[in-house]
C-alpha cells in the first residue's frame, strides 16, 4: 500500500513502517471470494462425487435390504440412495450441456421422487421400532406442502421440494 510516516507523536523519531498487509477485513474476503470461484470452477466434479456417495449409499442400502428379518425397510433407503444418486447426475449433465423445460422437470420428478422414498423410509422405520407411527397421509401432506412453491414459479418449486 505504501509507506506512511510516524514521526510527530513520537518525539522527533522519523521512523518509517512499511504496511505491506491488506486490512484483515479485506483479506478475509479475497479468501472468500477465492473459495467461491474455486468451487464454482469444480462444480462438475462436486456433483460427480454426490451423486456417487448417494449412489454408494442405495448400494449398501439395497445389500442390507437382502438380510433376513431386518427391523427396518432398507429397499426404501437403497431406492432413495439410487434415485438421488442418478438426480444428482442429471444436475451435473445440466450444468454441462444446458438444461430445457422438459429435462428440468424430469430432474424434479427424480428428485420428487426420491424424497418420498426417503419420506416412507423414515415413516415405516418410525412404525416398526414404536408400533405406531403417522400413516401414508404424511406424504400426500408433505407432497401438497412442496407444492406450494410452484406459486413462485419452478426455482420455488424445486426449493420448497428439498426443504419441505
Known amino acids: 500500500m505504501g509507506r506512511r510516516q510516524i514521526g510527530a507523536s513520537h518525539a522527533g523519531s522519523k521512523e518509517s513502517v512499511s504496511r505491506s498487509r491488506a486490512p484483515p477485513h479485506l483479506v478475509k474476503r479475497s479468501q472468500a ?3 467461491t470461484t474455486f468451487f464454482q470452477a ?5 456433483f460427480f462425487f454426490y451423486g456417487l456417495a448417494f449412489i454408494g449409499l442405495g448400494v449398501v442400502a439395497y ?18 440412495g439410487l434415485s438421488h444418486g442418478i438426480n444428482e447426475w442429471l444436475d451435473l449433465v445440466a450444468l454441462t450441456w444446458g438444461d430445457g423445460v422438459v429435462f428440468g422437470a424430469l430432474r ?10 426417503l419420506v416412507e423410509f423414515d415413516r415405516l422405520s418410525l412404525m416398526r421400532g414404536r408400533s405406531r407411527g403417522p400413516g401414508r397421509w404424511l406424504l400426500l401432506a408433505l407432497a401438497l406442502a412442496a407444492g406450494l412453491g410452484a406459486l413462485d414459479g419452478w426455482s420455488g418449486l424445486n426449493a420448497t421440494t428439498r426443504y419441505v
Open 108 to 117: 424434479w420428478a427424480i428428485m420428487t421422487a426420491s424424497f418420498l422414498c
Open 33 to 35: 471470494d477465492f473459495m
Open 42 to 46: 469444480q462444480m462438475d466434479y462436486i
Open 63 to 80: 445389500i442390507l435390504s437382502q438380510e433376513v428379518h431386518q427391523r427396518l425397510p432398507w429397499g426404501w433407503l437403497a431406492l432413495f
